[in-house]
């Protein structure tokens, strides 16, 4: 604001100048085109497919059993190369158990926050 000074019978006053904001907004057309929308359900279709996967992955988990030995169990890791870590040891078991679960838990909300309807 702007502040000047107007002497009117001797006296000065101050005049407050006015200032008006104009937001013009831009209306967007909330149709999408037909392509825009079958891509979008194409990406959907994706998203429920990793979510299929994971929660099947989680539910063969859930289903493994350790034994109460702590031997009949068994963790087989490969590379790529086809070298291999292999171990019956009953709380590595339970570690990688646990991880994967976490892991999994994690990667299954994130994909339920991928799928949403929102244009």
Known sequence: MTQSAVKTNGQPTEQKAKMEV?????????ILSLEKRIQKVEELNI??????????????????KLGADGLSSTVVIKDVSGQEFKTSHNIVVETV?????EVLDAKIQEVEDQINFIV
């Not at 998203?47 to 493994?64: H, Q, S, Y």
């Open 47 to 64: 998203v429920i497919d990793k979510w299929r996967k994971l929660n099947e992955a989680r539910k063969n988990l859930n289903g493994f």
């Open 97 to 101: 158990l646990t991880t994967v679960k």
């Open 22 to 30: 104009v937001k013009e907004t831009k209306v967007e057309n909330a």
